[in-house]
């Protein structure tokens, strides 16, 4: 991965050091960093690097680029990233999808094979969104929904977050803002206080990393970003 062990451990992170990582997340991710770096993410970062033996960050950062090796800095992302959400964080925005996009993009009086949809989750993180747009647009078009040509490609820039999201499985706590009708019809419990989508709702969440190919998905112009921004 480009890294070598240590011999002694890194034991600050200078202003060029974090001006390095800074660098390396507008150039690959277009994420523009704080401009100095927070305590908790300087202390998990010294960690990281020195967990995986990095006594020459800039070596290495070049290393990283030079040799694409994503995988290797893929835990920096996580370091440096929020990934806050909840169900129907912003409900607002899952009731104009419901009330006023979709029945402008593809409405329900359309044809069923002419009745197609693709929405894009961005910044998905754990797919709580990705999952409210699915039942948002199960609201407007009904159990008929789950028979459409239809789904979320949910991308983020951790892949940690995808892959627990792609699973469906949420703690119960974590479910309380959804329908008490969803939850009972679309749910099936795991563990004590765990509980998974259904299959044919999970079949409709699509997930791609932004470090990694995304799959052949065609998009209605609708997503979780655009609803942000209104």
Known sequence: MGLERAITPMQDLSAQDYKLI?????????LVLPKTIPPVAKTRSLQFFNEHGVTDLARTISLWQETKATSAFQPLTDIFTVNHTSFFRENAHFNYLSQTALPAIAPVQLPRPD???????????????????????????????????????????????????????????????????????????????????VEKVRKKSYSGGLISPVPNFHLNSVSTSFFAEM
Not at 22 to 30: D, Q, T, V
């Open 22 to 30: 800074k660098a390396l997340f507008l150039n690959l991710f277009g």
């Open 115 to 197: 009745r197609q949809l693709r929405m894009w989750s961005a910044a998905a993180a754990s797919g709580e969104e990705a999952f409210s747009l699915l039942f948002a647009a199960h609201q407007y078009y009904g159990d008929p929904f789950w028979e459409m040509e239809a789904g979320v490609l949910a991308t983020d820039i951790s892949s940690e977050m995808l892959r627990k999201g792609y699973s469906g499985q949420f703690q119960n706590e974590r479910l309380q803002k959804i329908a008490p009708q969803i939850f009972k019809s679309y749910t099936h419990k795991q563990s004590e206080d765990r509980f998974q989508f």
